[in-house]
């Protein structure tokens, strides 16, 4: 971490502030321009919150060298981590689609698309029990009888479930009945939640908030990491921006940026981010070309009728449609879509 | 709300679709322009997620007439919402100044500061006890311990307090301990949340997301609203933008555009918005100029050593000539700043 | 288009209101809901602008139900248009690499890397003559002189050149000189140069604003074809958001959205989207695997010595490394790269 | 500038760029961390292109010291700079209004409206000739024949003009008929532009680019001073962010940024901010609260038939009751509106 001081800088107040990190134990490296102070402070910066210093008031600019990641950092672990989700790998050579509907509505909807997908080539069956929705006056979900059904499904087609948790009060429901314990992007910065998961070993599909940058998506992840849980796995579900002819802008790039920052695998969820059924499959397959460990898509027997994003859904059909392409682009990129 | 259909839309499906909303208690109305054909719902809309309309794949473009808010929504209630913070009232004409330290930090801290900015001018103390922070190795707060302090504090000085909530678990101390409670930007869709606040009739601080659009803020009042408690507060914190010379970008135009859609009162936060305690005089003076309610202000008796957000803190000097020079603004729009 | 009038309209402005439309010749229909007034003017929208009614003060909301772009609309034309760069084909089934230095800095430099790019399987050389520079002390390009060293090697090479206008007084050269003109983010609403541009033939490669809406950019396109030049390539090159691990965020999705909204082709800047060389292979192939119908693509034989944007260019050998994989998924989605 | 090498780099390739610096005429000072080499670049590096130094493979990141402008640089001038618009001090104690239609439609309307906003304190005319329209099919402008409606009312009212150019072709007719030549928000990067009008020492509003940071626009400001011409006044129209309720965002944090950065002074354009005249009141005062030198206010007769922007210009009645409050925002601030 590199302090750039201000002209006006008393030798009191550096003396002061140099003071202060040798105490803290950092190591000091002072170094003169030709008209600026600079004061080069060496040891594990990322403890630091850089944004404080800012409170000295003679403190021009603060520069950071090192990520304020560690666990989940690459340099930490230059390995890929590959995910185990109940037998299913992630992160390996092989890309692992994860579908199913927006929300589980009922026991005969689940145990009819479950077949329908996995079939198709899915090895994870998604399916909302609660339901973060704008509106109060919006569908909530079915709620742990949600998660039953999924668990039933999962016993009769053995095919691993994915859900969203919203409340730790509901975490020793999730810990029963799901493989695979998804953090949606409104809660990526709940922090008393996001505690409570370092404490298991369950995998954790982690969501990008929707407008969080890389970095605080991989501290999030680190609060997890930190904890105890290595299990984590990324999603990039699209970010905000001021583009409206799509629900939200996918974020190609975050795909060869995380695999450079770090060791965890990345998912990518083409149908919130475009919010539109039509676009899901030029993007899966761009996400699949570009790096990504997997696809999360939303499927539905009938969109018209779902209770919740009906607009995203794909038919079977089109579904199955859509594996066979990507399974081509997957070879393309010497992957495999199995 | 209005749908436009595909040239290719057949009878059938247009038959199909009518019946559903006729189903629904909704009236129709059909308008054919030259080359489309538009449906119009009539009814309360407020209860369909538009979205969804989409997965009709034979529907072009759905276009909404009302707001999808209904209790917060000033046609439903013309005059303005003033909230009484046990006895401190927010919405009126009176300009309502809260302020104290981004975290509690000790006993003696919060004793030390009270008074100061009690005399400086403000109504009610901040002080933040959960803290959401970014990184897992920075401070988290004091916790109840940090409630209580304030709990004490208010006891002494006759200082109402704020402090943000993080969990619904410490909900039951939050009703004892504190007179606002305030959700945080990343909680704003935390909807698990806002359905227990909606349940109690303690005022709440609902700040605007990080990235939420003026709609769904409302939407999220509107969670708590509909649950029977209307006791809230808005507060605008700053958006993300691209700009990075501010922490935030504070959306100035956010107070004449909530003061035209909602009763509610809205409050602003410089601090947060800024990130820098040079900026915070001159946003707070912008604020109250353009019609806001309130402002919760950061100040810190020795910035450079708080535990958190030291660099947008202010010190007691020059709060107090903040809070002189907001007076003056203050009563040149008709206001006053006792 | 749709007009929502506010309960207080009175008679007297609803008439005068309609009456303007009818004898600007437009058909209207008036429907009433539960407690809304609506107008739906009929006929060609277009030329409406719709912001401006909002200056009637007893007028709700305007909602468009057309798009405001007509001759580039897919509706208007429906098979996707194949422009020819002399003799290259762009928008046809297969995809199309545009490669070269960022800056032209000598003859020499141009004169190397020409063949080295073809080798490789570029169809067209790019290189700036006239740079759009942040800063006014930086490389300003070598103007027309570095437009004659691309004619030399178009001549000695047989391949045709791109380079970006920055002002309509080098048109003359331009035309003469370069077979594709492009027209840099900075300029994209440069109206006055969009103007000129209408009234040539040659092709135009139109690079998205920074910040520019996917229908501001369709307006853009719209200006060159209503001056009566069809022969235009769409060009998207990373939009501006908060993110800043890239220089800028490429819009992935805008590849299916163009495809469903316009007829005209569009081609992918990953160097400028991404503005690091290490991801730029990633991008490509996503850009290909969406559906794109080319890419333009920064290499320069010692990046470390570039006049301008070493940083995103591609070293010789990894350009080549990069073609054949992008061959490879061109393939998987039924395109060619020959 | 600060460089951080990569772990990986190798001796020779150290030497080499330290070669490279030391040639340039920079002194070098070199400082070992625990794990990372940083090499400080001491000398006038706002020469260096920072984003191209990262085409060194072996650099990890560079840190920007200084920041990259100078002659707009407050550090270079620390008083503020009063531009002298045909007689009207702007950037002084008084705060300056310009007001005026979006477009100039007609001598009668100018003629009218010119003695009202005088009369009701406006100070300099606005009235565009050439208009940026998004559409093809809008309204272009009067052009040449504009200007001279506009010259001729500044002869008979004694009101200067200000009024936005488009093409470095018209800059003729603008040095002779206008007093303060407007570079709007489209061509804030239209360096071609900015060169000519750094030769010329006529007055110069630059406003700030939709999506342009602060650093960018005050490097095109730097283009103009860099030339010669130092009359340069700053103008935030609003940035474009994800918030749809206001047509733009207003970035009232910008007047103490700007403040603190640079000398030069800076107005604020509440139409185009807000884009309707019911929040531009509201963004006056708080402009002026906040420190702003003035302000650029649409006002037209029958904003129900402008040609270009009706929905946020004020009517004259609005327009003069707003000057009154502003004036009285003015003097709680210490300054006047004369």
């Known amino acids: 971490m590199i302090i750039k001081l201000k002209d006006t800088a008393t030798e009191k107040q550096i003396a002061k502030l140099k003071n202060k990190f040798l105490k803290e134990g950092f190591e000091l490296h002072e170094s003169l321009g030709t008209s600026t102070l600079l004061l080069g402070i060496i040891g594990d910066t990322t403890v630091i919150d850089i944004n404080s210093l800012y409170a000295y008031e003679f403190i021009d600019t603060v520069l950071r060298v090192q990520e304020p990641f560690k666990k989940v950092n690459r340099k930490f672990k230059p390995e890929d981590t590959i995910v185990n989700v109940s037998g299913i790998e992630i992160g390996g050579k092989n890309v692992v689609i994860m579908a199913g509907?927006?929300?589980?509505?009922?026991?005969?909807?689940?145990?009819?698309?479950?077949?329908?997908?996995?079939?198709?080539?899915?090895?994870?069956?998604?399916?909302?029990?609660?339901?973060?929705?704008?509106?109060?006056?919006?569908?909530?979900?079915?709620?742990?009888?949600?998660?039953?059904?999924?668990?039933?499904?999962?016993?009769?087609?053995?095919?691993?479930?994915?859900?969203?948790?919203?409340?730790?009060?509901?975490?020793?429901?999730?810990?029963?009945?799901?493989?695979?314990?998804?953090?949606?992007?409104?809660?990526?910065?709940?922090?008393?939640?996001?505690?409570?998961?370092?404490?298991?070993?369950?995998?954790?599909?982690?969501?990008?908030?929707?407008?969080?940058?890389?970095?605080?998506?991989?501290?999030?992840?680190?609060y997890i990491l930190a904890g105890g849980n290595s299990n984590v796995i990324l999603c990039e579900r699209g970010i905000r921006t001021y583009e409206t002819s799509t629900r939200n802008t996918l974020d190609i790039s975050s795909i060869p940026v995380i695999k450079k920052l770090t060791h965890l695998p990345i998912v990518i969820d083409p149908s919130h981010a475009s919010g539109r059924w039509e676009y899901v499959e030029s993007l899966s397959k761009a996400a699949i070309a570009a790096g990504a460990d997997g696809l999360i898509i939303e499927v539905h027997q009938t969109p018209e009728t779902a209770l919740s994003d009906g607009q995203q859904s794909l038919k079977p059909a089109k579904f199955r449609a859509l594996v066979k392409k990507c399974r081509r682009v997957a070879e393309a990129v010497d992957r495999t879509l199995k």
Do not use: H
């Open 101 to 222: 509907p927006c929300a589980v509505e009922s026991e005969k909807q689940i145990n009819e698309i479950a077949p329908i997908i996995k079939d198709a080539g899915a090895k994870i069956l998604r399916g909302g029990a609660f339901k973060p929705r704008t509106s109060p006056y919006s569908f909530q979900g079915m709620g742990v009888e949600g998660l039953e059904i999924l668990e039933n499904a999962n016993k009769k087609y053995n095919l691993p479930v994915v859900s969203e948790i919203m409340s730790i009060d509901d975490l020793p429901y999730f810990i029963e009945k799901v493989d695979l314990i998804q953090v949606g992007a409104r809660n990526m910065q709940n922090f008393a939640l996001l505690k409570e998961l370092g404490k298991i070993d369950k995998p954790i599909l982690l969501k990008r908030g929707i407008a969080s940058t890389i970095e605080e998506w991989l501290m999030s992840a680190e």
